[in-house]
């Protein structure tokens, strides 16, 4: 069960991921990646996110545990979400002090 549970969790984790990066790619827009700054990398992640995804599902033991296995995948796109939240809003400067304060 805790199997299936983590499986869950991953397959959450790795859709919620790459949902972002395939759509920001798809519209030929650029965010930083570990293979370069281009939408092709972009795309190409959030293909490879989808795969794992996928993989993680289809080995997650849905018959006899099909309630924590889903809970667990919602809490994995919940987490990836707020990482995402977070971290993208630090890389746009949102938590940075302005410089008019500063002054």
């Known amino acids: 069960m805790l199997g299936s549970i983590l499986l869950g969790f991953v397959a959450g984790f790795f859709a919620g991921n790459g949902l972002p990066y395939f759509i920001t790619g798809s519209f ?7 293979l370069g700054k281009s939408a092709y990398t972009n795309i190409l992640a959030g293909v490879v996110a989808f795969a794992i995804a996928a993989l993680s599902w289809h080995f997650a ?3 006899d545990h099909r309630m924590a296995v889903c809970a667990s995948a919602f809490l994995g796109v919940v987490a990836v979400g707020l990482i995402h939240a977070r971290v993208w809003q630090v890389n746009r400067g949102l938590f940075r002090k302005s410089k008019a304060k500063d002054r």
């Open 28 to 34: 030929a827009q650029e965010h930083q990646f570990l």
């Open 61 to 63: 033991d849905l018959k």
